[in-house]
């Protein structure tokens, strides 16, 4: 027997779907009773049924708008959204005196610098993840992810919320010191800080909880590596330690934050407990770089391979330039000058060339050019880069570049303009960006090299997988 609509309708229901399941569901009246099924497949189908009837759903079908106005309307809205941020925040800076404004601005920037940074980060795993789904590249084996595993359209829809919510914080924060209401000001950094550490600990199954214990328990896994190292535990590591100007700002802010600092000159006094000479900042500048070196001491101690020593090496070069950089503030300026500076210099030079030439040779392996950019689908987009030596020339040439302007943002005596540091930790973060790709189709190759086939017709599509 046929079933009816309704029940059609009721058995994809979100209410009805198991836990953890991610439907994907049309903006087509998706807050009307009756209209929450998926797009371009039960809602045809009902449409067909229900053809040649006069019933109310049938008729509000008829004119609510399409798919594409919706999200054209959405493009609008959040186009001015951003405008009207931008006019805020610009005015309320003029608001304030030249003497005020560049301290006013780097303090701004501290608090919402890390949340920006991050955002920016998932935004780019949004397009790591779709390039994978249209390439030959199974990242859901590589990573080990169940099928409940985010997409790149729910990535990206958490970092459209989050680029709606942080420089709203920050456009709050802005206008509300200029206009005098300084306690207001100092609580918005505060707040948002705390919300996205609630977001990021809530316990209950909603905001994606298996993805969230996923991340929570990798870095966990970082942070103490007791167990055997696995892809995702060296992957989300690697990606650390290019934020670690990230977990500076942050320990910075928070810092400010539990001690009543925020919007206030107490921190000025560079001596102070959050001034830019505490020796925390190259604690925490270091840690990322410890994480990663942990786990290829415990790499060795499981596979014994002296490939993970010389890896471990590597990260260990940024110990010296890091503490070398901080000594600046805690030496006589002549002997800075004479000796630990040649030494920075000489450590720095060391890291990057050393982290270079293990990107291009091992965590690459481009000894061989790959099939990078490869896609079931053939299209313009990856006709641009498959097969072409142009995009290799560009990725080792901007790599070594990037890793020697890297050593600008791990050296706190270099840190002073925050608009050049925000720049360069953006580059070091698009230079991961295209780090990744390499990265993970050189993980491929070896999987299907040691005798794992999967067919490509038994691979999910992304599509395929959010309408199963």
Known sequence: MFESPAAIASSHSPHLRKSGGKPVLSDLGADEPGNNVQEGYVFPLVLGDMKGTNSPMNTAAAILPSAIFLWRFKVILFLIWGFTCCKIGWDSVMRMSADLRDLFLYEAFLYYNPLLLVTMMVWLWGVCLWVFSQSTVNYAK???????????????????????????????YLYLYSHGEVSLAASQPVILYVAVALVLVFPFDIFYLSSRYFLLRTLWRIALPLQPISFPDFFLADILTSMAKVFSDLERSVCRMVHCQVATIAWFEADSVCGSHSVAIPLVLVIPYIWRLMQCLRQYKDTKEKATLFNALKYSTAVPVIFLSALKYHVLPDRWTYVY??????????????????????????SVFTRIFKFNKPSNFSNLFYGRQWVYFWVIGSNLILRCTWTY???????????????????EMLRRF??????????????????????MADIPREEEKLLG
């Open 142 to 172: 590589i990573f080990d992810l169940d099928q409940n595993h985010l997409t790149y359209r729910e990535i990206w829809k958490c970092s459209i919320w989050m680029t709606i919510i942080v420089p709203t914080s920050m456009t709050a």
């Open 434 to 455: 295209q780090w990744i790709f390499f990265r993970v189709e050189n993980e491929w190759n070896k999987i299907t090299k040691s005798g794992f086939q999967l067919p």
């Open 409 to 427: 943002k791990l050296s706190a005596h270099l840190r002073h303009n925050y608009l050049t540091v925000f720049m360069v930790t953006t580059l």
């Open 341 to 366: 500076r040649r030494l920075w210099l000489f450590s720095s030079v060391v890291n990057s060339l050393y982290s270079f030439y293990w990107d291009v040779t091992r965590d690459w392996d481009l």
